[in-house]
């Protein structure tokens, strides 16, 4: 039939199911399809599009900004991350960012119980989240915060969605 034929060629793949059912808000679960799908503004993809940017990393200052850079390879993340597990008491197997976004998401299934998943996941999710506002804070508004004060965001806004989701 024509609706067959249009998905010709194109494939799925229910290996990010498992963001829909993370614990976070629906727009950052969007969010993290856009990342996990390779399909942020970034500067990689800005390029394609032929828009005028800036292609180096904001947050580092040393690397192209593609999506595995900005959201796994940049120094900048990698601390925020580390201080993101420390707050969170996060120190299992699945947690460490790897080369690429998706491969990182795929090793959280390993964080332990399905309660560590959810929680790695939503954590993940929150942190992506917050680094994208972080690199739109020094385009668009001139302004930075520093690794310690991004995670200190991150850290309560999954305080504040634990506290919302927490039964009486």
Not at 70 to 75: A, G, Y
Not at 80 to 102: A, H, R, Y
Not at 145 to 152: H, R
Request: hydrophobic residues 40%; positive net charge; contains cysteine.
């Amino acid at each position: 039939s024509a609706y067959l034929f249009q998905f010709e060629g194109s494939f799925a793949t229910n290996e990010f199911d498992s963001l829909w059912k993370s614990p976070t808000e629906p727009k950052i679960k969007f969010f993290g399809w856009l990342v996990l799908h390779q399909k942020t503004l970034t500067a990689q993809n800005l390029l394609r599009r032929h828009w005028p940017c800036n292609w180096i990393c904001c947050l580092c200052g040393c690397a192209f900004e593609d999506t595995n850079h900005l959201f796994s390879d940049c120094v900048f993340v990698r601390q925020v991350w580390t201080l993101i597990c420390q707050f969170q008491n996060l120190s299992s197997v699945g947690i460490n960012p790897v080369l690429d976004v998706s491969t990182w998401w795929s090793g959280t299934k390993f964080a332990g119980s399905k309660k560590d998943v959810q929680l790695v996941r939503g954590t993940l999710l929150t942190t992506w989240w917050n680094i994208w506002l972080e690199r739109n804070r020094r385009i668009f508004q001139n302004s930075s915060c520093s690794e310690i004060e991004v995670a200190y965001f991150i850290k309560q806004a999954i305080d504040m969605r634990c506290l919302a989701f927490k039964p009486p």
